[in-house]
């Protein structure tokens, strides 16, 4: 009914063995309760004599099942320190099959434990210095965010259902590295396809992977703490580029009432915001970058954080000790192509970043409008360049931002709705003024309101300087040079169009043949110039 074998207590012990020429039958050894579980054993071990002095068994067609609500009794008993305290653990059930010599065993294992379901089919070297494994594996559970908080992780995604792991693959190596070759299903409704790979031997762990996978909503999986950054950062940026400006002030010319009639202006204050350029001094901690390296080459349909997505995704970064480089990130977003490298260094103080990009064909209008930029459509913009920068904040990074490069938009439709409130106001209203006074000119029949802007940019201390810049439109073509100032979001720009013939030299200046220019000034708040 109860004995107690080296402090263990054993209740229910049922036991039907044979011992002949070497071999041990165990036709059935049971208990009701060893340290907490239930064990039933059944099976043959073999070669149990002597050669050349050593003892050397073979398990065969060894049958286990073991079960309890509890490992915490035993590993009481074990003096065992677990990783995973017995309590997140949880019931636990192990059942399977060993054959083979103790130092390679042949293992067939179902396991129930920590919430989920696990198997492994494959070899196990339990006598190495460092044990190994070596088989197909298969996991599945109901929940990844309770999977990982029952493994130790204080994980809270964004999300608050994201799904469980249904994943198989093969399972090969050791406690310190361990590889996971042709790896397939799914974690959080993400089909994966791959290999992956973690390494414990070094001074942080190391996360390798190489990935294909469906469409990642960003914001959805990420820690709270993380989109809760990337949520301001993007309100910054969307504040920016807004229809909504803090404070809107508008001033146009009554062309319709005549060139002489008096400027209006109408002044509108936004509560809830602060006035002023829309960087923020909050602090961005990319610390929790120097806590894993990683070696990440990731494949995606999709990935879309809110409203925004690139397609075709193809990713390559390296993390070593809080320095993210980007070798390669390229996709398709708004109808073009996208190509970045750059990097990032995580730092207590302030954080360093660099970036080259490429954009090939975008959809202008629908960029800006994912931005909540109103009045604007179609345009193909292409923009070459590279930036660089340091900083704790946004308005840090933004005033020490440097770099250059070049942009060109073909073909973008201007409409009234772009007037004011956002960083491309000035230059909305030069082009709609341009064509409002031509359509003055010529009682009424308006020219294009499609525009092209082409021009390169320096950038230094947050401040972009111009010297090349041409515009075209269907009143005439002209030439800019001027700066941006984004730390203190003011424009200070000047130039001239060289209006076409069929405008004014068909109405003003029949007897010219020289073409007129009309001069123009942009200057004041970026969002409302």
Known sequence: KALTVKDVPIKGLSLNATVFDG???????????????????????????????????????????????????????????????????????????LSGKPRALKVSTNTSMLGGKFSLSGLVEPLRPAPRVDGK???????????????????????KKIGGVNLSGRLKGDAQRMSFPNLAGSAAGITIAGSAATDLSGARPKVIANLETSPIVIDDILPAKQTAFLNRTLKEIRHAFSANPLLRRVSYNSLSRGLKAPARKIEVAVKGVAAGAPWTKAPIDLLFLKGFDGDIKLRSKRLRFQKYQVDAVNLASLLTDGVVDLQRLTGKAYGGDIKIDGQAIAAPTRNQYQTRFEIKNMDTGRLLSSLGTRGFRRGALNMVGEFRTIGRSTLDLVRTLSGGGTIAIRGLDISNAAKSGSALSGFANLFLSLNQFGSTLTGGKASSKQADFNTSFRLAQGIARFEDMSLRSGLGNGAAKGAVDLPNWRIDTAGEIQLSQNILAQILLRNSSKKPNLPFKISGRLDDP
Do not use: C, E, M, W
């Not at 039933?40 to 049958?63: A, C, E, H, M, W």
């Not at 099942?65 to 590993?75: E, T, V």
């Not at 929940?143 to 992780?153: F, M, P, W, Y």
């Open 23 to 97: 071999k041990l039958k165990v036709t059935k050894f049971q208990t009701a309760n060893a340290a907490g579980l239930a064990v039933n054993v059944s099976g043959d071990i073999v070669d149990l004599k002597k050669t050349r002095g050593v003892i050397d068994p073979q398990f065969d067609n060894f049958k286990f099942n073991i079960r309890g609500k509890s490992l915490a009794r035993l590993f009481s008993l074990a003096k065992f320190s677990s990783p995973v305290p017995a309590g997140q653990i949880g019931a636990v059930r192990l059942a399977g099959t």
């Open 137 to 159: 594996f298969s996991a599945t559970h109901p929940s990844l965010v309770k999977l990982v908080r029952r493994l130790g992780s204080s994980y809270r995604p964004a999300g």
